[in-house]
């Protein structure tokens, strides 16, 4: 393969972004896969926004994350296929310009909550921050690439096999195109 074919898989938190990614690595070879997860940062009271009235920070921004530190570890990847995965990825002008392939997973307000409610979050999430700060944030960054052309979009209600056979299809179908 010629050029590296960089998949972006972003989107709501709690819709399956992270399964998808995972699986995709049992799928093909010479794949890897970086979480924007492993890219907030360490010392996060000098970088995200406080919340006072939480006693807590706001961790689904953009500025929560190091992207600078994730481009880093992007140009550090030797694979054919790089997978990222995370839900404001679509923020970074660099990721979009990178990517052959972006998905974003959609839910709905309650099921996104019912999922999210299940996880244990470190710092612990005070209650109101989910109503207040992540489900607006998400909203945000749905709007922002809703009438983009390039995005496929994946419903989190769907089942995991189904989107991430979504998800193998389209890569398949780019690597033949590709080839061409």
């Known amino acids: 393969m010629a050029k ?13 972004k992270t399964t998808i990614a995972n699986r995709l690595i049992n799928t093909f070879n010479s794949i890897s896969v970086l979480h ?3 890219f907030y940062y360490t010392k996060y009271e000098d970088h995200l926004e406080s919340i006072p009235e939480l ?4 961790w689904d921004k953009i500025s929560a994350y190091n992207m600078d530190k994730m481009m880093i570890a992007i140009d550090s990847q030797t694979s054919d296929i790089l997978v990222l995965e ?12 990178l990517a052959d392939l972006i998905f974003f997973t959609v839910l709905d307000k309650e099921i996104c909550w019912s999922r999210r409610e299940t996880r244990t979050y ?18 945000k960054h749905l709007e ?21 056979s979504v998800v193998v299809n389209q890569i398949n179908e780019l690597l033949l195109n590709l080839k061409k």
């Open 4 to 16: 590296r074919l960089v998949v972006v898989i972003a989107g709501v938190t709690c819709g399956g």
């Open 36 to 38: 924007q997860d492993d």
């Open 55 to 58: 006693n807590y920070h706001a």
């Open 86 to 97: 995370g839900i404001l990825l679509l923020d970074d002008i660099r990721i979009l310009n």
């Open 122 to 139: 470190l710092p612990p999430e005070p209650p109101g921050y989910f109503d207040k700060y992540a489900w607006p944030e998400y909203e």
């Open 144 to 164: 922002m690439i809703k009438n983009k052309t390039n995005v496929i979009f994946l419903n989190g209600v769907d089942s995991i096999d189904f989107n991430t």
